[in-house]
């Protein structure tokens, strides 16, 4: 879940361009979760303890109980799928829509 909502019952997340976003991911299960945001590159500021600068990707792997943080630019007007890689994951509903509102 994301938000403790899951696909397809789920209220996007509305995004106002040229606004700078962050996301924390908590992963409090017991396996890995590859997190992918489509149309858009985050930087990476922290991962556990650990922090972090300047490491861009549309793709982070959060770890079993940790916790990333990233942070990304809405820069890409348009629907953004942001979902877990794993199409397991992404079958019981681990996705979410980003929603450009202006």
């Not at 962050?22 to 149309?39: E, F, G, I, K, Y």
Request: net charge neutral; aromatic share 8%; hydrophobic share 40%.
């Amino acid at each position: 879940a994301i938000n403790n909502k899951s696909w397809p019952d789920v209220e996007p997340i509305k995004l106002k361009q040229g606004k700078r976003y962050r996301l924390v991911m908590a992963n409090s299960s017991a396996d890995q979760h590859p997190m992918h945001l489509h149309r858009h590159s985050f930087e990476v500021v922290q991962i556990g303890d650990k922090k972090l600068s300047g490491l861009l990707k549309d793709v982070v792997n959060v770890m079993p109980l940790d916790t990333v943080i990233v942070d990304f630019v809405a820069d890409n007007p348009g629907d953004s799928l942001f979902h877990c890689h794993m199409q397991l994951h992404m079958d019981y509903g681990f996705m979410q829509i980003f929603k450009y509102i202006g």
